[in-house]
Each structure stands twice: as structure tokens, then as C-alpha cells.
């Protein structure tokens, strides 16, 4: 069943996003600023220690890193809107940022 809107209203409804990920990019779309979201080990270390207030807009992945509470060593991966970027890569509103650490085992 496709949903319904009443008229006048907007939708970006599409048939293969769940709930979840429309709920995420309705909450970047709307809200200015980046969204981070740690990985594995860097999610661990991070919890409950995430700065509340982080503008993080305008400022490279290098100096992000170095604002939050963990070694910035720690993150082996930074990808930005799902592409692969360097530290020096700068941010912009919106922007969702993934922090990725290195994976090891034996």
C-alpha cells in the first residue's frame, strides 16, 4: 500500500528506503549542521562522552577529530556522504560523517 499525503503536503517517499533511513535523511535535510556517527571501536569509546554542542560545519575532518573526546588515531577511515576523504577534508551543513576505525584480528 503506498501511503497517502494529504494535499498541498510534500513528500520525497521512495518505495526502497525504510522508515529508518527516511526518518535520517528527513532529520538531515532539516536540520543544519553535521551528523557524525562513529563505527565499531570508535562508537564504543565514544559513548555517552559525545560533545552535545559541536558545530562542526567549516572545520576540516582533522580539526572534528581533534574536538572530540577520544586519540583521533583511533579512526583509520573518515567517510563523508558515503566517499572516502582525506583529513583535510572540509566539512559542510549537512554533511553526515562516518568514523571508521581499523579493523585487526589475527
Known amino acids: 500500500m503506498t501511503p497517502r499525503l494529504a494535499a498541498g503536503s510534500e513528500s520525497r517517499y521512495r518505495p526502497d528506503e525504510s522508515e529508518a533511513q527516511s526518518a535520517r535523511r528527513d532529520r538531515r535535510e532539516s536540520a543544519i ?4 556517527i562513529p563505527v ?32 583521533p588515531e583511533l579512526v583509520a577511515f573518515v567517510v563523508v556522504n558515503g566517499r572516502l576523504v582525506r583529513r583535510d577534508h572540509r566539512l559542510s551543513d549537512n554533511d553526515v560523517v562516518k568514523l571508521v576505525p581499523a579493523v585487526g584480528g589475527g
Open 40 to 71: 565499531g571501536l570508535v562508537k564504543r569509546k565514544l559513548a555517552g562522552r559525545m560533545p552535545q554542542e559541536l558545530d562542526a560545519a567549516g572545520l576540516t575532518v582533522r580539526e572534528l577529530l581533534l574536538q572530540l573526546p577520544i586519540k
Open 33 to 36: 549542521g553535521v551528523e557524525i
